[in-house]
């Protein structure tokens, strides 16, 4: 038997992660220092995103140093602390914009029971006067088409349009008009209008 046999041959060994960065590393920025430069370090204020290139040690020496905020004032130092809590965005006091908050609209739409009657429908006309005039309903293109086919408006009522269809039925229909094929297209389209209105809860 061979001490190493073939398959020790194929065992391979990770590289040290370390040593792979300390051989592509730059030289440290230190003066003097021929030491690989695997650590980063700030250069300074209105830098930022700028770093040098340092070993170990001299990384730690140039970070107890480091002073963000040197050659400022204290009050600049208090303001830049202050707007840091904000993410240096612009704020406004409240209540600066007090001509909005006076109008009637805002009035209206802050109070609660106004809220209530701008957010609730009323087809059964519940709140009576309080709310405000109601929105005429808009028709889908086939009711609109309905509406017209039996002359009405989109203002008509459920009454209005069966109403309406008695009349055009009785009027159309082949009985009262001797079997006319004009009378009886008639009748047919204002049947399927009905239909159609019916069916959106206008019948």
Known sequence: MKPYPKYFDKI????????EAKAQAPVCQWDGCHEPG????????????????????HVREYNKGFNYFSGLADSDIARFQKE???????????????????????????S????????????????GDQRTAP????AKPLEAKALETLGLTTKA???????????????????????????????????????VLKRAGLG
């Open 12 to 19: 391979r060994v990770r590289a040290d992660p370390q040593a």
């Open 38 to 57: 695997t650590h980063r370090a700030p250069v300074g204020r209105l830098k930022e995103g700028e770093y040098f290139r340092f070993c170990f040690d």
């Open 84 to 110: 840091a809590l904000t993410g240096h965005r612009p704020t406004w006091t409240i209540g600066t914009n007090s001509g909005a908050r006076s109008s009637p609209d805002f009035a209206q739409q802050r």
């Open 112 to 127: 609660g029971r106004a809220g209530y009657y701008n957010r609730v429908r009323d087809p059964f006309n519940i709140f």
């Open 135 to 138: 929105r005429e309903r808009k």
């Open 157 to 195: 009522t459920g009454a209005d349009v069966k109403a309406r269809y008695k009349e055009l039925v009785k009027r159309h229909h082949p009985d009262a008009n001797g079997g006319d094929r004009g009378s009886e297209d008639r009748l047919r389209d204002v049947l399927q209008a009905y239909r």
